[in-house]
């Protein structure tokens, strides 16, 4: 086992120690936790098996049982992943239907059962004699590229099921990052075996996946041990130290002490139904450069200068819409600060998760109900 490899063998321990870190963890959704640690502990192994690979020391007797079982994690990183998201979004419970997402796994095990049940001897004899894809049932020599399209299936499901929610909730943008890691993952993985399948890497000496891996260690090493409140909610822009507002001069007392003007200000003059309404507005009324103005709500309000105006506007908008049933959408949209419907109905969507019509109809269905 050379230098590298047992510098990938430390970051696999390191995996395993977080892994089990969240198994244990009391604070949280407890099946959160776990999911995540399965999740890790599944990059644990992988980082292991491929150490193991690389050294030969795979096809000896101690390890060679092992042979096949790195299948396992590469097909249940994306349904794991999944419904940690979904049940940090959603408090979800695992229904019968989800089993589906488990039926690459169950493909696998059988596949490679033949070979997994024969005695030690047996599988050296085997790989001895280059008789390893005999005792594969339902072996299939697309079985990589099956994989690789399976890991893009479910980066596509989580960006495409889950980004408007968390982007509606800034306080959970943390878990963008980690959609976005796990996506740098599958390409490494697939540019891999691409470079494989033209005989550009060496199957056996190259790290390229490994790398990838233990970059994503390390990035849970930051987050588990020196920032751990990101996992209970905290928002990533809070924590990373790097982030924009540093050093900008305005204290921490006074830009609370704006908070709640500004606050104030939005309740009782209502500036955001003017659909010019512009940040330097704001800065100037209370005395603020631009570039404080923008901390303040960025720090104290968790949102983006449009989003904090939006959402005065929505709520407007929402009290319009259950006070004067007999306003058009469009009359409702320029009422409350919006200047036109594309923008309206995206506001309206993003904070409310619905669309202004669906409210309005879930509005009448009530009212009908309680009359």
């Known amino acids: 086992m050379n230098f590298l490899e047992t510098i990938f063998l430390f970051f696999a321990f390191q995996a395993f120690i977080f892994a089990m870190l969240f198994f244990i963890k009391k604070k949280g959704d407890r099946t959160a936790n776990i999911l995540f640690g399965i999740y890790i502990l599944l990059f644990s192994y992988n980082m292991v098996y491929n150490t193991l690979y690389w050294s030969k020391l795979l096809y000896s007797t101690p390890y060679i049982h092992l042979i096949f079982t790195n299948k396992i994690p ?113 390409i490494s993985f697939s540019s891999y075996f691409i470079l494989v399948y033209f005989n550009i890497l060496d199957r056996g000496s190259d790290y390229f996946i490994g790398f990838s891996m233990m970059f994503f260690t390390m990035l849970l090493s930051y987050f588990c041990f020196l920032q751990p409140t990101i996992f209970d909610g905290v928002s990533v822009n809070k924590i990373i130290p790097f982030r924009k507002y540093r050093k900008t001069g305005l204290t921490k007392n006074h830009s609370t002490e704006i908070k709640s003007k500004l606050t104030e200000f939005m309740e009782q003059d209502k500036p955001y139904l003017n659909h010019e309404l512009r940040l330097d507005d704001l800065a100037q009324k209370f005395t603020l450069s631009r570039h404080h103005m923008s901390q303040v709500i960025n720090e104290q309000f968790d949102l983006s200068f449009f989003d904090f105006v939006n959402q005065y506007r929505v709520e407007e908008a929402k009290k319009m819409i259950i006070k004067n049933d007999h306003l058009t959408i469009n009359e409702i949209l320029y009422s409350c600060g919006f200047n036109n419907r594309v923008s309206f109905y995206k506001a309206f969507r993003k904070i409310s998760e619905i669309t202004p019509s669906e409210y309005r109809s879930l509005n009448r269905l009530k009212r009908e109900v309680l009359d």
């Open 74 to 186: 590469w097909v249940l990183y994306g349904p794991v992943l999944y419904f940690y998201t979904k049940r940090i979004l959603y408090a979800h419970k695992f229904k019968i239907s989800d089993i589906i997402h488990f039926i690459p796994l169950l493909y696998v095990l059988i596949s490679y059962s033949p070979f997994s049940f024969l005695s030690t001897q047996d599988k050296i004899d085997i790989l001895k004699n280059d008789r390893l894809l005999s005792y594969t049932y339902l072996y299939s020599p697309y079985v990589i590229k099956i994989i690789i399209a399976l890991m893009l299936f479910y980066c596509g499901l989580l960006f495409f099921s889950f980004t408007q929610k968390i982007r509606s909730l800034n306080n959970l943008r943390w878990l963008q990052l980690l959609s976005f890691s796990f996506l740098g993952y599958v």
